[in-house]
């Protein structure tokens, strides 16, 4: 081996520890182990920890206080139309067929005095003499008040009831259930053995008669009853109505339609003690 090939194996022998050494330094360290790092949520503790505790604003809650609210009624209506329509179930049907005309009647009437309202507006708009006009209108209607208040008589297609009492058992609440009846019918006027029937009309029992307004009246009890005949009669004839109750109790009772029906029994105008017209 010659000096010079010495001297390069020499310098190789020197140097190799020295790469060996740095080559082990900057080896990289080692991976922390798993236990090391904190562990990462599943997306169901993520969904669990964003819902609970709740957190609920204050618009928040006023909304389901509303919703709450709403629902409540719409369950109280449907409970309330259930009932109703439960007790139509049961009837039978020439009586719902009664039920129905009675209702299409109403509506009837309800639907002619509108008319007749709009008439009124329509003449007063356009009549050429509004005064005129207006004049005419209060007289007729001082007329009808006339006849509601029973200060003027009246006449016009209607009724008459009977109610034969054989065995002493009407009293003053049936024979008002009748007028009731009658009034939610249409009746415009009646009277009973000679005495007006007005708005406050009161009935009370007197021994084996009754009393209306002070005034004693004895079976049999007559009725004199100014509307629609169509109206009238079936309201009394309802099941379980005016008709039954008294039947129930052993009274006769007779109905009869006509085209004229004559209420002449008057009350006289009553002064008002305190109140007075506030026109000027």
Do not use: C
């Amino acid at each position: 081996m010659s000096n010079e090939d010495a001297t390069r194996e020499n310098r190789l022998r020197e140097e190799l520890p020295e790469e060996v050494h740095t080559a082990s330094e900057e080896a990289p360290e080692a991976p922390e182990e798993d236990g090391d790092r904190p562990a990462e949520l599943t997306g169901r503790q993520r969904l669990v920890k964003g819902l609970w505790p709740p957190r609920v604003s204050r618009a928040q809650l006023i909304v389901a206080v509303l919703l709450f609210g709403l629902g409540f009624g719409l369950a109280v209506q449907v409970a309330s139309n259930s009932d109703g329509d439960s007790a139509l179930r049961g009837a039978r049907q020439e009586d719902l067929v009664r039920i129905l005309d009675e209702l299409d009647d109403r509506t009837q009437r309800l639907e002619d005095e509108k008319q007749g309202l709009e008439k009124q507006r329509d003449e007063l708009e356009n009549s050429s003499d509004q005064a005129e006009e207006a004049r005419r209108q209060t007289v007729e209607k001082e007329r009808q008040l006339g006849i509601l208040a029973g200060t003027v008589a009246a006449e016009g297609p209607g009724i008459r009831i009977t109610i034969d009492d054989t065995k002493g058992t009407v009293e003053a609440d049936m024979l008002l259930d009748a007028i009731q009846e009658l009034r939610a019918a249409g009746a415009e006027a009646m009277q009973v053995n000679g005495v007006r029937i007005v708005a406050g009309t009161y009935l009370s029992d007197a021994g084996n008669a009754v009393s209306v307004d002070g005034n004693k009246i004895n079976a049999p009890y007559r009725f004199k009853v100014i509307g629609k005949p169509q109206d009238l009669e079936p309201a009394l004839n309802i099941p379980g109505g005016v008709v039954q109750t008294l039947e129930k109790e052993q009274a006769i009772v007779t109905i009869e339609r006509s085209d004229k029906i004559v209420v002449d029994a008057l009350r006289a105008a009553k002064r008002p003690d305190y109140a007075r017209s506030s026109s000027r």
